[in-house]
């Protein structure tokens, strides 16, 4: 009889020591996947920050060109609630400046962000326009801010920070250049101050953001060719008289075609202009002129627009329009229905080209489609949208625009009862 006493208290034992075990290990593990946040604790200290948009920024040599110091400028406060006042800048470029494909500009930017203590979860964002933009976000860790940029986390609510980017292909230009400064906060971020530090600037480098731009580059023989053949061209004589800019030639980008298709293979010579120019009805920051090297000719003359994007001036629209009502299957969608002609836009890639248009044709009124599935939800013929190749003017679709069907409102007999 003892021995099955001690036997049942030697059990008893081993289960209280077992079930210990069990609980250390359970809270063990749960302090090994505890979040980091949690182990946070607030400060104040100034944490320094420097970010590169692109790694091998880094280790790459780079030459000063200009910072704030160097034309005039201080420290720069921002100030504002949810968003701050635009600050600007002046500089000059060199009158021959293009973004690549021999000289590449980078930003150097340089600030002191400080976050209020009441900041809670949140974004935020400091600027440098063109190239920069540091974003921030903010969250409500132990009843005071933690703040994560650029993949790092900071206790502290003052930060120095450094950012380096490539700026933007329109962001470069010869002569005057401005820069524009602003911060923006969102929910519950805020942020109490930013300061631009007078080192803010520019430098100047040969080593291209990526291989793909490294193989843009063309032979000297190249260059030569394709500006003779697109300065040879009376437009752009005309087009480029009397305008002060720099020329940047480069192996233009391949467009996505039809299948079967090989994307055009033409050299871009563009006139980055030093100021804006009216061409036609379009405000110009650039001329972009695609020289096809074989041929011997022009393939595509359009302007940039102060986004460094293509435009259509008033006579391509109106040419896309004419093109359009020329095509038999235009005529055939629109069926002798009265119409009128929307606003011309862009349409790039494709069968269209480098830069083709989409021409909308509204109707007086819907119209009952003449053949539909069965199943498919009762919709009307609002209008008709023809994409034309400016290049080759030619129509390359027409699709059918269509909306919901809408009921015929029906009139009540007197005293509202159906």
Request: net charge negative; aromatic share 8%.
């Given at each position: 009889?003892l021995?099955?006493?001690?036997?049942i208290?030697h059990l008893i034992?081993m289960g209280?020591?077992?079930?210990?075990?069990?609980?250390?290990t359970?809270?063990?593990?749960v302090?090994q996947t505890?979040?980091?946040?949690?182990?946070?604790?607030?400060?104040?200290?100034?944490?320094?920050?420097?970010?590169?948009?692109?790694?091998?920024?880094?280790?790459?040599?780079?030459t000063g060109?200009?910072t704030?110091?160097a034309v005039?400028?201080?420290?720069l406060v921002?100030v504002?609630?949810?968003k701050?006042?635009?600050?600007s800048v002046?500089y000059?470029?060199p009158?021959?400046?293009?973004?690549?494909?021999?000289?590449?500009y980078i930003?150097?930017?340089?600030?002191?962000?400080?976050?209020?203590?009441?900041?809670g979860?949140g974004?935020?964002s400091?600027?440098?326009?063109?190239?920069?933009?540091?974003?921030f976000?903010?969250?409500?860790?132990?009843?005071?801010?933690l703040?994560?940029?650029g993949g790092?986390?900071?206790?502290?609510?003052?930060?120095d920070?450094r950012?380096f980017?490539y700026l933007?292909?329109?962001?470069?230009k010869p002569?005057?250049?401005v820069?524009t400064?602003?911060?923006?906060?969102?929910q519950?971020?805020?942020?109490?101050?930013?300061?631009i530090?007078?080192?803010?600037?520019?430098?100047?480098?040969?080593?291209?953001?990526s291989k793909?731009?490294?193989q843009q580059?063309?032979t000297q023989?190249?260059q030569?060719?394709?500006k003779?053949?697109a300065f040879s061209?009376s437009r752009v004589?005309?087009?480029?008289?009397?305008?002060e800019?720099?020329?940047r030639i480069t192996?233009?980008?391949?467009?996505?075609?039809?299948?079967?298709e090989?994307?055009?293979?033409d050299?871009?010579v563009?006139l980055?202009?030093?100021?804006?120019?009216?061409?036609?009805d379009v405000?110009a920051?650039?001329?972009d002129i695609?020289?096809?090297?074989n041929?011997?000719a022009?393939?595509?003359?359009f302007?940039?627009g102060p986004?460094?994007?293509p435009?259509?001036?008033a006579s391509?629209?109106?040419?896309?329009?004419n093109?359009?009502l020329a095509?038999?299957r235009?005529?055939?969608?629109l069926g002798?229905k009265?119409?009128?002609?929307?606003k011309?836009?862009i349409t790039?890639?494709?069968?269209v080209?480098r830069?083709g248009?989409?021409?909308?044709?509204?109707?007086?009124k819907?119209y009952?489609?003449?053949?539909?599935?069965?199943?498919?939800p009762?919709r009307?013929?609002?209008g008709?949208?023809?994409?034309?190749n400016?290049?080759e003017?030619?129509?390359?679709d027409?699709?059918?625009v269509?909306?919901p069907?809408?009921p015929?409102?029906?009139?009540l007999?007197?005293?509202g009862q159906?």
């Amino acid at each position: 009889m003892l021995g099955v006493k001690t036997r049942i208290i030697h059990l008893i034992l081993m289960g209280i020591v077992l079930t210990g075990v069990m609980m250390l290990t359970s809270a063990c593990q749960v302090q090994q996947t505890k979040p980091e946040p949690y182990d946070y604790t607030h400060t104040t200290e100034l944490k320094q920050f420097e970010l590169y948009e692109y790694e091998h920024i880094k280790t790459i040599e780079r030459t000063g060109v200009v910072t704030l110091a160097a034309v005039g400028y201080s420290d720069l406060v921002l100030v504002g609630e949810g968003k701050s006042d635009i600050s600007s800048v002046e500089y000059q470029l060199p009158d021959d400046a293009t973004q690549g494909p021999d000289t590449w500009y980078i930003i150097n930017f340089h600030f002191l962000v400080e976050f209020d203590e009441v900041s809670g979860n949140g974004f935020g964002s400091v600027s440098a326009s063109p190239g920069a933009s540091v974003q921030f976000e903010t969250l409500r860790v132990n009843d005071s801010p933690l703040i994560r940029v650029g993949g790092q986390s900071s206790t502290s609510t003052r930060m120095d920070v450094r950012y380096f980017n490539y700026l933007t292909y329109s962001g470069v230009k010869p002569g005057k250049n401005v820069m524009t400064f602003k911060f923006r906060e969102d929910q519950v971020t805020k942020i109490k101050s930013v300061v631009i530090l007078k080192d803010t600037g520019l430098e100047s480098t040969t080593v291209p953001p990526s291989k793909y731009d490294e193989q843009q580059k063309l032979t000297q023989e190249e260059q030569a060719k394709a500006k003779e053949i697109a300065f040879s061209d009376s437009r752009v004589q005309e087009l480029a008289a009397g305008k002060e800019y720099a020329v940047r030639i480069t192996r233009a980008n391949g467009l996505v075609r039809v299948a079967g298709e090989p994307p055009d293979d033409d050299i871009e010579v563009r006139l980055v202009f030093a100021g804006t120019y009216m061409i036609e009805d379009v405000q110009a920051s650039a001329l972009d002129i695609f020289v096809d090297l074989n041929e011997g000719a022009i393939t595509y003359l359009f302007p940039l627009g102060p986004s460094g994007m293509p435009e259509l001036t008033a006579s391509a629209r109106e040419k896309a329009v004419n093109i359009a009502l020329a095509d038999a299957r235009v005529q055939q969608e629109l069926g002798g229905k009265p119409y009128t002609v929307g606003k011309v836009g862009i349409t790039m890639g494709g069968p269209v080209g480098r830069l083709g248009a989409n021409v909308p044709f509204t109707f007086d009124k819907p119209y009952p489609l003449e053949s539909r599935a069965s199943s498919a939800p009762e919709r009307q013929l609002t209008g008709v949208k023809a994409f034309v190749n400016l290049k080759e003017k030619s129509v390359v679709d027409v699709l059918q625009v269509t909306g919901p069907s809408v009921p015929e409102p029906q009139l009540l007999p007197p005293g509202g009862q159906k």
